[in-house]
C-alpha cells in the first residue's frame, strides 16, 4: 500500500499517465435504463475517443447523467498504462520483486490512479466545452445586437397565438404605442376574414408600412394569412419574422411594468417583437443577455461566467455603436462605459426635468455622475443637434481641440460635420503621421479622429447585412 501511494503521488508518473489517457482513452456511455427511450437514444452503447469529442456532445453527456438517463466512463488500455509505471519503477526485471512489483503497479493504477485521472479527464472536457459555450453564446449575441435598425417606419406587430389569438400593437416611428388589440387568423377560431380587416383598419388609420411577426408558436400560420392580406389589400406593405427570444421575459419584468404601467403583458411583448425591428440593439439590451436563447445547454454552464462574459459583450456592442443620450432608455445607458444603473437612472431623470441635453458638459451636472465616469462615458455619448458638431460624434472631449485644429487645416467648418462629414479630408490634409507629430497627437488616435470627421457618428451595424423583407409568400415558388 505505501509504494502504491509512492507511485500514485509521483507528479510526472501522473503526468504520463494523465497524457496517455487523453490520447488514447475513450469516454463509454450506455443507458441507465436500456428500456427506457429517451432523448438520449443515440448516446446507449456510444463510445468516442477523449481527444475528439465534439464539445455540445461532451454537455450532452454531462446532462444525460445528470438526469440520471446515462451511465459514464472512460476506459483505456491498461496494460499500457502499467508499461509507463512500470517504466519508472523498475529498474531491474531480474529482480526478486519483480513480481511483487508489478502486482503493486497494477495496484496503484486501478485503485488510486484510474478513478482520479478519470475525474480530471472529465473535468478537462466539461471545462473545455464550457469555455466553448460560452464563446458560441458571447459570438451569437453579439450578432444578435448588431443587427442594423430600421428606422423611420411605422410597425404593426403581431405576437403570434393559437388559442389566445395572436397580439397585435400597431407602433410610431419611434417606437410609440398608437393602438393594440387580439386577432384570431388561426385554430380553434381561425377567424381570417376578421384578422385582415383589423389590420386593414392599422394600416389606414396609422400609416403603416411594415408588419413584424414573431418567430413562435403559429408563426407560420399567421404569416400566411398576413402574406394573403398584403397580396389582396395592400401590396405596398412588407413584413419580416423576427425573434421572439425573451419577449416575455422582458414584458414580465419590473422594468416593464416600470415602462408601461398601464398596459397588459401581451401587449408589451407585441410591443417588444415591434421595437426589435425598428432598433434591436435598444430593445434587447432590456433583457437578460442569458434570456435571448443564442447558445446551447446554458442552464448547464456556470451562470456567473456566463453572465460576466455577456454583460462584457453587450458593453461592448453598445460603446462600439455609441448612445443618443437623449432618446436613450436607462437600460441603454446603463450598459455605457464608467454609467452605472442608477447614474443611469438620474441621466434620464435630469433629462425629463430639463430637457434635452445641447452640451456634453452637461453631464457633469448629473447627480453621482463624476469626473471619472465622465471621462469613461462622454466618448459614447451622442448629442444630435446640440451646440457643438463635435457632441454628436464618437471624438472624446479631451479630443476636441486636435479635432478642430484638424478641421481648420483641411478648410472646413465644424458645420459640415451636421451635414454628413467631409469624405475627402484625408486628401485635405496629406500626411497623417506627419500631421500627428505637428499637433503632438499619437498617430492612431488622429487616425480614429480623422475616420470619424470623415463620416460622423457612423453605425457600424451598418456593415451588417440589411432586414430581409417578404412582400407575400404563398407557395414554394415565391
Given at each position: 500500500?505505501?509504494?502504491?501511494?509512492?507511485?500514485?503521488?509521483?507528479?510526472?508518473?501522473?503526468?504520463?499517465?494523465?497524457?496517455?489517457?487523453?490520447?488514447?482513452?475513450?469516454?463509454?456511455?450506455?443507458?441507465?435504463?436500456?428500456?427506457?427511450?429517451?432523448?438520449?437514444?443515440?448516446?446507449?452503447?456510444?463510445?468516442?475517443?477523449?481527444?475528439?469529442?465534439?464539445?455540445?456532445?461532451?454537455?450532452?453527456?454531462?446532462?444525460?447523467?445528470?438526469?440520471?438517463?446515462?451511465?459514464?466512463?472512460?476506459?483505456?488500455?491498461?496494460?499500457d498504462?502499467?508499461?509507463?509505471?512500470?517504466?519508472?519503477?523498475?529498474?531491474?526485471?531480474?529482480?526478486?520483486?519483480?513480481?511483487?512489483?508489478?502486482?503493486?503497479?497494477?495496484?496503484?493504477?486501478?485503485?488510486?490512479?484510474?478513478?482520479?485521472?478519470?475525474?480530471?479527464?472529465?473535468?478537462?472536457?466539461?471545462?473545455?466545452?464550457?469555455?466553448?459555450?460560452?464563446?458560441?453564446?458571447?459570438?451569437?449575441?453579439?450578432?444578435?445586437?448588431?443587427?442594423?435598425?430600421?428606422?423611420?417606419?411605422?410597425?404593426?406587430?403581431?405576437?403570434?397565438?393559437?388559442?389566445?389569438?395572436?397580439?397585435?400593437a400597431?407602433?410610431?416611428?419611434?417606437?410609440?404605442?398608437?393602438?393594440?388589440?387580439?386577432v384570431?387568423?388561426?385554430?380553434?377560431?381561425?377567424?381570417?376574414v376578421?384578422?385582415?380587416?383589423?389590420?386593414?383598419?392599422?394600416?389606414?388609420?396609422?400609416?403603416?408600412?411594415?408588419?413584424?411577426?414573431?418567430?413562435?408558436?403559429?408563426?407560420?400560420?399567421?404569416?400566411?394569412?398576413?402574406?394573403?392580406?398584403?397580396?389582396?389589400?395592400?401590396?405596398?406593405?412588407?413584413?419580416?419574422?423576427?425573434?421572439?427570444?425573451?419577449?416575455?421575459?422582458?414584458?414580465?419584468?419590473?422594468?416593464?411594468s416600470?415602462?408601461?404601467?398601464?398596459?397588459?403583458?401581451?401587449?408589451?411583448?407585441?410591443?417588444?417583437?415591434?421595437?426589435?425591428?425598428?432598433?434591436?440593439?435598444?430593445?434587447?439590451?432590456?433583457?437578460?443577455?442569458?434570456?435571448?436563447?443564442?447558445?446551447?445547454?446554458?442552464?448547464?454552464?456556470?451562470?456567473?461566467?456566463?453572465?460576466?462574459?455577456l454583460?462584457?459583450?453587450?458593453?461592448?456592442?453598445?460603446?462600439?455603436?455609441?448612445?443618443?443620450?437623449?432618446?436613450?432608455?436607462?437600460?441603454?445607458?446603463?450598459?455605457?462605459?464608467?454609467?452605472?444603473?442608477?447614474?443611469?437612472k438620474?441621466?434620464?431623470?435630469?433629462?425629463?426635468?430639463?430637457?434635452?441635453?445641447?452640451?456634453?458638459?452637461?453631464?457633469?451636472?448629473?447627480?453621482?455622475?463624476?469626473?471619472?465616469?465622465?471621462?469613461?462615458?462622454?466618448?459614447?455619448?451622442?448629442?444630435?443637434?446640440?451646440?457643438?458638431?463635435?457632441?454628436?460624434?464618437?471624438?472624446?472631449?479631451?479630443?476636441?481641440?486636435?479635432?478642430?485644429?484638424?478641421?481648420?487645416?483641411?478648410?472646413?467648418?465644424a458645420?459640415?460635420?451636421?451635414?454628413?462629414?467631409?469624405?475627402?479630408?484625408?486628401?485635405?490634409?496629406?500626411?497623417?503621421?506627419?500631421?500627428?507629430?505637428?499637433?503632438?497627437?499619437?498617430?492612431l488616435?488622429?487616425?480614429?479622429?480623422?475616420?470619424?470627421?470623415?463620416?460622423?457618428?457612423?453605425?457600424?451595424?451598418?456593415?451588417?447585412?440589411?432586414?430581409?423583407?417578404?412582400?407575400?409568400?404563398?407557395?414554394?415558388?415565391?
Amino acid at each position: 500500500d505505501i509504494i502504491a501511494e509512492m507511485i500514485a503521488d509521483d507528479p510526472e508518473i501522473t503526468k504520463d499517465i494523465r497524457e496517455k489517457t487523453y490520447s488514447s482513452g475513450v469516454i463509454c456511455t450506455e443507458a441507465a435504463d436500456p428500456e427506457e427511450k429517451t432523448v438520449y437514444d443515440m448516446y446507449y452503447d456510444r463510445q468516442e475517443a477523449i481527444s475528439k469529442i465534439p464539445n455540445h456532445r461532451v454537455l450532452a453527456i454531462n446532462r444525460g447523467e445528470k438526469e440520471k438517463k446515462l451511465k459514464v466512463k472512460i476506459t483505456v488500455n491498461s496494460e499500457d498504462m502499467h508499461g509507463i509505471i512500470a517504466k519508472s519503477v523498475i529498474k531491474n526485471e531480474k529482480s526478486i520483486f519483480f513480481a511483487l512489483l508489478q502486482e503493486t503497479i497494477a495496484d496503484a493504477y486501478k485503485r488510486l490512479m484510474a478513478p482520479s485521472i478519470e475525474r480530471e479527464m472529465r473535468n478537462i472536457l466539461t471545462e473545455r466545452a464550457e469555455a466553448e459555450a460560452v464563446k458560441i453564446f458571447a459570438k451569437n449575441t453579439e450578432s444578435l445586437l448588431m443587427v442594423p435598425p430600421v428606422k423611420g417606419k411605422k410597425v404593426i406587430s403581431i405576437d403570434p397565438g393559437y388559442r389566445t389569438g395572436c397580439k397585435v400593437a400597431a407602433l410610431d416611428e419611434t417606437g410609440k404605442l398608437l393602438d393594440h388589440g387580439v386577432v384570431y387568423p388561426t385554430k380553434p377560431r381561425h377567424d381570417v376574414v376578421g384578422t385582415k380587416r383589423e389590420l386593414a383598419r392599422l394600416v389606414k388609420k396609422d400609416g403603416v408600412n411594415t408588419i413584424v411577426i414573431g418567430n413562435g408558436t403559429a408563426s407560420r400560420e399567421t404569416e400566411e394569412v398576413v402574406s394573403e392580406f398584403i397580396a389582396e389589400q395592400a401590396p405596398s406593405l412588407r413584413y419580416t419574422i423576427v425573434n421572439e427570444a425573451g419577449a416575455s421575459v422582458y414584458s414580465a419584468s419590473e422594468l416593464a411594468s416600470q415602462e408601461y404601467p398601464d398596459l397588459d403583458v401581451t401587449v408589451r411583448g407585441a410591443m417588444s417583437l415591434g421595437r426589435r425591428l425598428q432598433d434591436p440593439l435598444a430593445e434587447l439590451v432590456k433583457i437578460p443577455p442569458q434570456s435571448i436563447g443564442v447558445g446551447q445547454y446554458q442552464h448547464d454552464l456556470d451562470q456567473a461566467e456566463l453572465s460576466r462574459t455577456l454583460g462584457h459583450v453587450v458593453e461592448d456592442v453598445v460603446n462600439r455603436v455609441g448612445v443618443d443620450v437623449n432618446t436613450a432608455s436607462a437600460s441603454l445607458l446603463g450598459y455605457v462605459s464608467g454609467i452605472t444603473p442608477s447614474v443611469a437612472k438620474n441621466i434620464v431623470a435630469y433629462r425629463e426635468e430639463n430637457g434635452a441635453f445641447t452640451d456634453r458638459r452637461q453631464l457633469k451636472k448629473v447627480p453621482k455622475l463624476g469626473p471619472k465616469a465622465y471621462l469613461n462615458a462622454a466618448g459614447f455619448l451622442r448629442i444630435s443637434g446640440g451646440k457643438n458638431p463635435l457632441d454628436a460624434t464618437s471624438v472624446h472631449p479631451e479630443s476636441y481641440e486636435v479635432a478642430t485644429t484638424v478641421l481648420e487645416r483641411a478648410g472646413v467648418k465644424a458645420s459640415e460635420l451636421s451635414r454628413g462629414g467631409v469624405p475627402d479630408i484625408e486628401r485635405r490634409l496629406g500626411s497623417i503621421s506627419a500631421l500627428a507629430s505637428d499637433l503632438d497627437c499619437g498617430t492612431l488616435t488622429l487616425i480614429d479622429i480623422v475616420n470619424e470627421l470623415k463620416k460622423p457618428g457612423r453605425d457600424p451595424r451598418d456593415d451588417a447585412p440589411e432586414v430581409v423583407f417578404s412582400r407575400s409568400a404563398l407557395s414554394i415558388d415565391d
